[in-house]
């Protein structure tokens, strides 16, 4: 996929957001938990949910779609270039984001400050 067209992709995924991630953008938007997440983001040949790019965090909602054995190793392999190109990547299933919220939110805000600090060090030494 072309660079427009992966823009044009992810610009339609954001207007077609999931139940699930609609209601996690609420707590994402406008650096609510400290950081600023973008949606539908370009990431090579892949449209991440949730990214922070300041900290080279992804968030990525499974909806069922994700559960058989095909889509589960595609997955895998998609969180693996993710991981390649300096990213560290947060799974949770629709069925997390609708009973757990806090408790979603809570691990996104871990993974943020523990990637944060993951980076700064890095860039130190």
Not at 4 to 17: D, S
Not at 95 to 119: D, K, M, P, S
């Amino acid at each position: 996929m072309r660079d427009g067209q992966k823009t044009r992709f992810a610009r339609q995924l954001r207007r077609n957001m999931t139940s699930a991630e609609r209601l996690l953008w609420w707590k994402l938007k406008d650096r609510a938990q400290g950081w600023k997440f973008l949606r539908q983001k370009p990431l090579g040949p892949f449209v991440l949910d949730f990214a922070c790019i300041e900290v080279q965090l992804a968030i990525e909602v499974d909806g069922a779609t994700h559960g058989s054995a095909k889509d589960m190793a595609y997955d895998k392999g998609r969180t693996r270039f993710i991981e390649q190109q300096g990213w560290r990547v947060v799974r949770f299933h629709n069925r997390e984001v609708f009973e757990n919220l806090n408790g979603v939110i809570e691990t996104i805000r871990n993974a943020a400050w523990e990637q944060e600090h993951w980076l700064a060090r890095r860039q130190s030494g």
